[in-house]
């Protein structure tokens, strides 16, 4: 089989599966396909329009899909893979397989097509939360780490934890950890402000609305804003030999504050729908003002209309506006009953639905706090124990839904030398023995998440490329390309349900006794089960 890409970079580039050809899926394809040598070689996908439409774009092109191009989902693939090494081994001549896969399902699905593909040996990418509870984490963990007979990791396992990868971040880190700008952490305020209509698309009218059916909102959302506080005052600099320096404890608070029915307004009396509401032209949270005025009708069919109707874009394109907007309108105009089997409300988004009457339970207002003590290392430069980058420090993540800016993440990091002002666009630095500030302008490219995206799929892409040619370990381009390792993964993931745990137990949750009792315990009882 061909890779439709002879003759240019990517002839020879690494080949990736894409499971799950929804908004993050056509992200990753996209990026992958623009900003790496590598090769969107197939897509898994149960929905043929989101199939045919990434397919067309980024694997077939404008011809049509050729054998192991187009499966209606990863069980199709891996019994296909497994026939096509079997034919492979028996000399028979077979299409080109690929290297990786990017997993880009829904949350609660990622465990089993992990675990699933593990024999396969193929380099993973997948979309955040790793998964929906910490016992599929393990599991996880436990299938693609190397096992007692190997040495090191069989392939690249990364998770998109994106804000490790925007040049805004990488900057930071660097000002912070390697430039040693403000001196040591003492303290930091993090907060991502969601925004007042995303978060009713995606955590009241959403797929992620419910923590028994998905997860909580702190794993959904925001399992990468505690992975990059990690990412800053847990995991050592670049080159450095140190242990990471964990946190001693950890607390939460955070609740439904505003999105329910005791909020909604009087005038809107018994309507669940937005579309047949008293209140519909004036209430600001209106599906019709939201999806209709605000993007399609400024031409805007992507993200979130996309969405509620997926047909949105060739619906515009053959049929014109007025299609289009009753395209949108029938989908707003879905709703359920009490009579309606509470399976079928819990198994799709209802993007018509009253905010106030959602039967969503996450929350849309949350802090977490994590504390650090002194935890001096005796360096190979010195006989003496130092604190640099291990002293007592704190921070403090707030996650909220009610703000203009959306996903525009700010942070106040003090040190003992200066403070720094980090507002997503800008990073001011003040030094405290000068007195004066410099305001650094990072790179910005294209792309969500500030590039990270684009830099997380570059990265990734790379990291695969050296393993495929060989010049590289898996264990040294997992570090090199993607500085993330497998625990590292697992532990930001461990750090958000023990945030869970503090705030259903109105408690303090001492991480090491934590980590021993729910991680490290459980992760070695499923060693010693395999091996008996």
């Not at 608070?253 to 307004?265: E, H, I, M």
């Not at 666009?425 to 684009?454: M, R, W, Y």
Request: proline share 5%.
């Amino acid at each position: 089989m061909s890779t439709k890409a002879s003759g240019d970079r990517r002839a020879e580039g690494p080949r990736f599966l894409v499971i799950g050809a929804g908004s993050r899926g056509n992200t990753y394809a996209r990026a992958i396909t623009q900003s790496t040598n590598g090769v969107i070689a197939a897509i898994a996908e149960p929905i043929e329009f989101k199939r045919r439409e990434l397919g067309a774009r980024d694997v077939w092109k404008k011809s049509e899909p050729e054998d192991g191009e187009e499966f209606e989902g990863w069980k199709e693939f891996l019994e296909y893979e497994q026939k096509r090494r079997k034919d492979a081994l028996a000399g028979k001549n077979v299409p080109e397989g690929v290297d990786g896969a990017i997993i880009c399902t829904l949350d609660d699905q990622h465990a089993e097509i992990i675990i699933g593909l593990a024999p396969l040996n193929l380099h993973i990418l997948c979309e955040k939360p790793l998964a929906t509870n910490l016992r599929d984490c393990l599991k996880i963990y436990n299938a693609i780490r190397p096992t007692s007979e190997e040495a090191t990791a069989r392939s690249i396992f990364s998770i998109c934890h994106v804000l490790r990868y925007s040049p805004y971040n990488i900057l930071l880190r660097k000002l912070i950890l390697e430039d040693d700008v403000i001196g040591d952490i003492i303290s930091v305020e993090h907060t991502e402000p969601v925004g007042w209509w995303h978060f009713s698309h995606s955590y009241v009218r959403g797929n992620w609305r419910k923590e028994s059916v998905t997860a909580p909102s702190l794993l959904t959302k925001s399992c990468h804003d505690i992975d990059f506080l990690l990412w800053l005052l847990c995991s050592p600099p670049p080159g450095s030999e140190q242990p990471p320096h964990m946190p001693v404890d950890i607390m939460s608070t955070g609740s439904l504050k505003y999105f329910k029915k005791s909020r909604k307004p009087a005038a809107a009396k018994d309507a669940t729908n937005c579309l047949s509401c008293p209140i519909k032209e004036e209430c600001v949270y209106s599906a019709s003002k939201i999806y209709v005025d605000k993007f399609l009708k400024k031409g805007n069919t992507g993200w979130p209309v996309k969405i509620v109707a997926p047909e949105i874009e060739a619906c515009l394109t053959t049929k014109g506006p007025r299609a289009a907007e009753d395209l949108l309108l029938t989908k707003l105009e879905e709703d359920y009953t009490p009579k309606t089997p509470q399976e079928l409300v819990d198994a799709r988004p209802w993007f018509g639905r009253c905010v106030y009457e959602a039967g969503n339970d996450v929350c849309d207002d949350q802090v977490v706090t994590m504390s650090w003590e002194d935890d001096p290392v005796r360096s190979k430069q010195s006989e003496e124990h130092g604190l640099k980058g291990r002293g007592a420090k704190t921070a403090t993540f707030h996650m909220v839904a009610l703000t203009e800016s959306i996903c525009e993440r700010r942070s106040k990091i003090y040190g003992t030398r200066g403070e720094i002002t980090a507002d997503s666009l800008t990073i001011q630095v003040h030094n405290f023995a000068s007195g004066k500030t410099k305001t650094h302008f990072p790179e910005a490219e294209g792309g969500g998440h500030g590039g990270g995206d684009i830099g997380l799929a570059r990265q990734f892409v790379k990291a695969v490329d050296a393993v495929k040619k060989g010049t590289m370990t898996v264990e040294k381009a997992q570090a090199l390309h993607l500085g993330c390792s497998a625990e590292e993964i697992l532990r930001s993931h461990a750090m958000v349900f023990a945030a869970e745990e503090a705030r259903h137990g109105k408690k303090v949750v001492a991480w090491t006794d934590w980590w021993q009792a729910n991680v490290q315990g459980p992760l070695e009882n499923m060693v010693s089960d395999a091996e008996g």
